[in-house]
């Protein structure tokens, strides 16, 4: 399945953080979303064949990239307190979003 | 993109009872529509996907009924047992925009009662 490390973070205002994400075998897509407390998730980015393939409302500091292996890194510069929150990332076969898309257990960041 | 949202937040049922979660939506161009089911400290879990081209599609004691008219989509889970005890999100694409999001609604919490 879809792996994703660390479990939990946390990181003070101002520091930037790294977010590592295996994706599950045979998958070629990785999306990364943003699920606040008691909110559904929310798209960050999606990267196909290494390659950024949509992006959703988030500002700069937000970085990512997807590696051969079709792992990737969500990168988050400069840190908010409201950049708390559950970061998901899912993978899937193929770039057509339609494919299902699964979902690791995610990486609980907290801001302070 | 447009939101996808839910008509309850909170659903309480007796086990053994069948479950109905409701979501609107008001994107009219998504095609794609996936119900999942995430379970505390845990990541969403795919339980049910749906064609826009399809009204109704049933998994094992799941089905999710599509309403294109009126942009409504439902999952009916039959026998809810206790692991069923979740928080459900449905969520929306369309793949004709370029875009290859998914849009989440805010969630409907199931609790079942013994």
């Known amino acids: 399945g879809v792996t994703q490390s660390p479990t939990h973070l946390i990181k003070t205002r101002g520091q930037q953080v790294t977010l590592r994400c295996s994706s599950q075998s045979g998958h070629n897509t990785v999306s990364w979303y943003q699920q606040a407390l008691g909110q559904g998730p929310q798209f960050i980015f999606q990267?196909?064949?290494?390659?950024?393939?949509g992006r959703g409302n988030f500002p700069d500091r937000f970085s990512a990239r997807q590696f051969p292996n079709y792992s990737s890194e969500l990168n988050v510069n400069a840190l908010l307190l409201g950049d708390s929150a559950l970061y998901l990332c899912?993978?899937?076969?193929?770039?057509?979003?339609?494919?299902?898309?699964?979902f690791g257990p995610g990486t609980r960041l907290t801001v302070l | 993109g447009e939101s996808v949202g839910l008509h309850l937040p909170t659903l309480s049922v007796q086990e053994g009872d069948n479950s109905i979660i409701n979501c609107a939506y008001s994107n009219s161009a998504s095609d794609y529509f996936i119900w999942y089911k995430q379970e505390s400290g845990k990541g969403p879990q795919f339980i049910i996907d749906i064609r826009s081209n399809m009204d109704k599609r049933q998994g094992q004691r799941v089905t999710v009924l599509l309403n294109k008219t009126v942009k409504h989509l439902s999952l009916q889970i039959a026998a809810t047992q206790p692991g069923d005890s979740a928080v459900y999100f449905c969520?929306?694409?369309?793949?004709?925009?370029?875009?290859?999001?998914?849009?989440f609604g805010k969630g409907t919490k199931l609790s079942v009662i013994p």
């Open positions: 899912a993978s899937s076969q193929g770039g057509d979003s339609r494919r299902t898309q699964y």
């Open positions: 969520a929306e694409t369309e793949s004709g925009a370029g875009s290859y999001q998914l849009t």
């Open positions: 990267y196909y064949e290494k390659e950024e393939r």
